[in-house]
């Protein structure tokens, strides 16, 4: 009797979560997102009570940054395995071992990884399955995370300096072009419209024509360069920290030539690595360095716009949306920066077992890092406590349904069974 009362209450419920929608698809194809390693996301959240939702722990360091597709986060660790874990419930999907610890962050392009050991060997892997499809073998180490685009091209550079163009559409290796740049790369390879800029750890910094692989121009620089640049491709303008003598620099640039913008010299607190530039829509770049502060400068003039203290050495590179920041810590392990208001920044920070150097990636709602405990972590929003007035008023709530519910339930009965009566009444 009661079938179509229950009918209405489920239709009222359906009715309220209708206008629900379920974010979180957001993909990151690389280190960085984005070709030009801008590290900038559509959406990150900000939040403000931080916590880990689940955890996947693996039998190696995991240094590296990780990428996502809709469904899956992938990333490789030292003991050179490439792994796949479910984005929504990490859970293992599969496991694929190459030659050699993993110290590149893979790419995805359309369905397949693209992922290169410390032993020099390249690898295209079915992104579902973990299959290989095939391998390319290089002459020395690949520490520099390969660089994907969409049309199924992937760019890596070795240590001995060799950079290679690769075919990804075909289920063999096709060299499309590979130079001799002769240098050690540690800094991935950067894409800005028709030029690939590589960074050597001598301080050089090369463009190469995207099509032929032709060197059109040379810049050095004070340094040694050891992190992956990012690119404004709107003004044309690379941002790259060197090493040795801790400088930001701000090359401009254009398909023929290249010639420092500003810099800025730092006072060296701390002598470790420095990070890849996350850089904003309106241009201005956020960087963190050897002064343990998080700064954002005007990407035109390098003049300071903000600051956070950080009170560490970094070595996570951060992300960056609108108005929000997000990067791993020493002793605390994530921190989020909304910097709405530049006069007073919001902040919210969390521990995790270890610390994180990798660059983190956001689908929208979640933000995932490795940790070098091992642990891949999913970080969303703490769950608070109700408190009991709420709870009370949500049981009157379900109560007044069950009510309605049943009332709506009784009225249909009589309706439906007790017709004829009521007809031969009317007669």
Same mark, same amino acid.
């Given at each position: ?64 940054? +990780? ?14 395995? +490439? ?12 496991n ?22 410390? *032993? ?21 180490p690949i ?36 130079? *001799? ?16 800029i ?15 692989g ?28 060197? +090493? ?15 010639s ?8 060296v ?5 420095s ?18 502060r998080?700064?954002?400068? *005007? ?26 920041l ?18 007073? +920044? ?39 406590s ?34 004829p ?7």
């Amino acid at each position: 009797m009661l079938g179509i009362g229950w009918r209405v209450m489920v239709g009222v419920v359906v009715c309220m979560l209708g206008g629900m929608v379920v974010a979180g698809d957001q993909v990151w194809t690389q280190y960085r997102r984005y070709g030009n390693h801008s590290g900038f996301s559509d959406v990150i959240p900000y939040h403000s009570f931080p916590s880990v939702k689940w955890s996947f722990k693996t039998q190696g360091i995991a240094d590296t940054s +990780l990428i996502l597709s809709d469904a899956t986060v992938f990333f490789g660790d030292a003991t050179g395995t +490439l792994r796949a874990v479910d984005k929504n419930t990490g859970r293992s999907v599969w496991n694929f071992t190459i030659g050699g610890s993993i110290s590149a962050t893979p790419c995805l392009i359309n369905d397949h990884i693209v992922a290169a050991g410390i *032993d020099g060997t390249v690898y295209k892997i079915d992104k579902s399955h973990g299959f290989e499809r095939w391998r390319s073998f290089s002459a020395a180490p690949i520490l520099s995370s390969p660089l994907c685009l969409e049309n199924d091209i992937a760019i890596v550079a070795d240590q001995n300096g060799i950079v290679t163009k690769y075919n990804m559409a075909l289920n063999l290796p096709e060299v499309m072009w590979s130079v *001799d740049l002769d240098g050690l790369f540690r800094a991935a390879p950067a894409l800005s419209s028709s030029l690939v800029i590589l960074c050597n750890a001598a301080g050089n910094i090369t463009g190469l024509d995207f099509t032929t692989g032709k060197v059109v121009w040379n810049l050095q620089v004070n340094g040694s360069i050891w992190d992956t640049p990012s690119i404004n491709d709107k003004d044309g303008i690379l941002y790259v920290g060197a +090493l040795n003598s801790y400088i930001l620099y701000a090359i401009e640039f254009t398909a023929t030539s290249a010639s420092i913008k500003w810099e800025h010299t730092f006072p060296v607190t701390v002598s470790f690595g420095s990070v890849t530039p996350a850089i904003l829509p309106t241009g201005d770049v956020v960087f963190g360095a050897w002064d343990y502060r998080v700064v954002c400068y *005007d990407g035109q003039t390098g003049q300071e716009k903000w600051v956070y203290r950080l009170g560490e050495w970094l070595f996570s590179s951060p992300i960056v949306s609108d108005n929000v920041l997000a990067f791993g810590g020493i002793t605390t392990a994530l921190h989020f920066i909304s910097f709405q208001n530049e006069q007073s +920044l919001q902040t919210a920070t969390m521990k995790l077992e270890g610390y994180v150097m990798g660059s983190p990636a956001t689908d929208g709602v979640n933000v995932y890092v490795l940790s070098r405990d091992g642990g891949l972590y999913c970080i969303g929003e703490r769950k608070r406590s109700v408190s009991s007035n709420t709870l009370l008023i949500t049981a009157i709530v379900a109560s007044v349904c069950l009510v309605v519910a049943a009332v709506v339930a009784y009225i249909c009965s009589k309706k439906y069974h007790s017709g004829p009566k009521y007809a031969q009444l009317g007669g």
